[in-house]
């Protein structure tokens, strides 16, 4: 059996700071959980970014600075593209002249508790596009089975993504999308296209539901404060490593262990990172 991938997911666009003083909102708090989430078992960090108010933010000048400083660590930096349901299609896009190893990239429109996500057709296909011609590599988000044939189609009509690997994120638990169970994690995992290789995530409660399905099915893991406040009945998350490690350890009792930063750079086909700067786009 192979190892297992752990994405950590730390900070998010939905959570106010004021209300979780855990969550990890400057840069100086962004760094040094992802130095701790890197020594706890991650290979990969998504990232959403907030401003000096602690609102999220797409803003291209912190999301370059922010690359950067992650840098000094070896984790994967896939920057988020979903940004929060608030955000224009334009400054999503313009994510990638952060010039991240990966980005998230999700397959369509979901209901979002009271708010919609939006990710009409035309917006996925010229994101997905863009990481193609950029070399990022694309981990297409599912958050409902509608998602997975626009990731098909996707692939039927622009070919494979940068890295060559087809690796998507089960998100689940969202209201308005994927139950977070394990009958749907099955049934999610079944309509992928053979090849694929997958993450699971579960909101709030259906945090170790998820988990323990993807590792009994196959899958890989992500977790963190994006996704996940409470580690257990009542007691508050202090902190993203402690969900990495948890992460890892049931990783290890599966005989899955985490896999290496280094290993997740092949797995995941990344390229070696770019000299900083907004112009990564190759020359025609
Ligand atoms: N914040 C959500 C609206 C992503 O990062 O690509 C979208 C999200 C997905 O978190
Ligand atoms: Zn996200």
Redesign the pocket.
């Known amino acids: 059996m192979s190892s297992t991938l752990i994405t950590v997911a730390p900070t998010?666009?939905?959570s106010a700071k004021a209300d979780v003083p855990a969550l990890p909102v400057t840069l100086g708090e962004l760094l040094a959980t992802a130095r701790a989430c890197e020594a706890a078992g991650a290979a990969v960090i998504?990232v959403?970014i907030r401003d000096a108010e602690a609102r999220p933010t797409l803003d291209l000048g912190l999301l370059m600075e922010t690359v950067a400083a992650l840098r000094e660590t070896d984790l994967v930096v896939q920057l988020?593209?979903?940004?929060?349901?608030h955000d224009p299609y334009t400054d999503r896009l313009r994510v990638l002249d952060a010039a991240p190893d990966a980005c998230?990239l999700?397959c369509g429109t979901v209901n979002?508790g009271d708010d919609v996500?939006m990710n009409p057709w035309g917006f996925v296909a010229e994101l997905y596009q863009e990481t193609q011609a950029r070399g990022v590599v694309p981990e297409f988000?599912l958050f409902d089975l509608g998602h997975v044939a626009t990731m098909n189609r996707l692939l039927d009509r622009y070919g494979p993504p940068a890295g060559g690997r087809v690796h998507c994120d089960l998100v689940m638990g969202v209201p308005g999308g994927f139950t977070g169970d394990l009958r749907t994690v099955a049934a999610a995992v079944g309509q992928l296209p053979p090849g694929a290789t997958w993450s699971a995530t579960g909101i709030g409660r259906a945090t170790l539901p998820v988990m323990f399905a993807a590792l009994a099915g196959g899958g890989h893991l992500r977790v963190g404060m994006?996704d996940t406040l409470t580690y257990a009945k009542g007691r508050p998350v202090r902190g993203n490593e402690e969900l990495v490690a948890r992460a890892a350890e049931a990783a290890r009792l599966a005989q899955r262990p985490p896999m290496t930063t280094t290993e997740a750079r092949a797995f995941l086909g990344i390229r070696p990172a770019p000299a900083p700067g907004p112009t990564a786009r190759p020359a025609p």
């Open positions: 998010g666009a939905e998504h959403h988020s593209t979903g940004g929060s349901v998230s999700t979002f996500f988000e994006e």
